[in-house]
């Protein structure tokens, strides 16, 4: 049996530009512009282990993010790794969304899309690490889903033996298809794109749905539809004092006795 996957995935702010990522005061969203994008690190072990299993059993992998266009590069790397097809949920009307709004949205471009057997996630997002969006996405879709997930075993063409990440160790359960697995970094090892994989992506199809194009009420989307609203943003003073001594190492040691002292420092 061939299996049909979905592979969920986020851009997130590339983390070489961390120090130079704003929050606008009175939007409260991240200012992206001019700060490249990659994809989640956590959503390409999530890419990977969708691209074995369709090695191992056959099938087809479809990745599918809520970002804006110009996310069509990362999706064009998840094709490189070797996904069939993407598609990329883009519409003014998403944008504000919490992780509620942000599941919804999936799950309807999922229902859109097709009926898939297994649709895998990261853990978590590099930018918000709420670990949410999985266990909301599968409640949407109405299906079971496990959190953690480091192995992934075919008991027979229905039914998984899947181990998962707990407190203090792990634990395996037994999980009927369809269902929404969300794997941990331990699982695998994410592979690089090839040059043949980079030629072969830009051949694969890509599709770009907004809000007309998929069946969606418009109070469950963007800011409308997250009951989650940032309150006030105070960004922290990072100023530091800074005073030079100059002088021998004998003068400058009681120069900074002397100050260290004066600022009521304990030098005990």
């Not at 961390?18 to 390409?44: E, F, L």
């Not at 299993?53 to 599918?64: A, C, D, H, L, N």
């Not at 369809?178 to 994989?197: C, D, F, K, Q, W």
């Not at 539809?225 to 100023?239: E, H, L, R, Y």
Request: some cysteine; glycine content about 8%; proline content about 6%.
């Amino acid at each position: 049996m061939s299996y049909n996957i979905a592979v969920c995935i986020k851009p997130v702010p590339d983390p070489d530009f961390y120090d130079k990522i704003t929050i606008d005061p009175r939007t409260k969203r991240i200012t992206r512009s001019g700060i490249p994008a990659v994809i989640n690190p956590a959503d390409k072990n999530a890419i990977e282990a969708a691209l074995e299993i369709k090695e191992k059993y056959g099938g087809k992998v479809t990745v599918i993010t809520m970002a804006p266009p110009n996310a069509e590069e990362n999706m064009r790397e998840a094709l490189a790794m070797g996904a069939d097809a993407a598609y990329i949920l883009s519409d003014r009307e998403f944008g504000g969304a919490d992780t509620l709004a942000t599941s919804y949205t999936l799950a309807q471009g999922l229902k859109k899309i097709g009926q898939f057997d297994i649709i895998i996630t990261g853990t978590e997002s590099a930018d918000g690490a709420t670990t949410q969006v999985p266990a909301q996405l599968a409640q949407w879709l109405e299906i079971p889903h496990l959190w953690g997930v480091k192995k992934i075993e075919f008991i027979n063409e229905t039914e998984l033996k899947v181990r998962a990440k707990i407190e203090g160790g792990s634990i395996e359960y037994f999980i009927k298809l369809p269902a929404l697995l969300a794997v941990s970094r331990e699982i695998n090892r994410p592979r690089y794109t090839t040059i043949m994989g980079i030629k072969g992506a830009k051949k694969k199809p890509l599709t770009i749905y907004g809000v007309k194009d998929i069946d969606i009420d418009l109070n469950n989307i963007g800011l409308k539809g997250s009951p989650t609203q940032a309150g006030a943003v105070n960004v922290p003073s990072i100023d530091r004092k800074c005073k030079k001594l100059r002088g021998e190492p004998d003068e400058i040691a009681d120069l900074l006795i002397r100050e260290l002292t004066a600022a009521g420092i304990p030098l005990e």
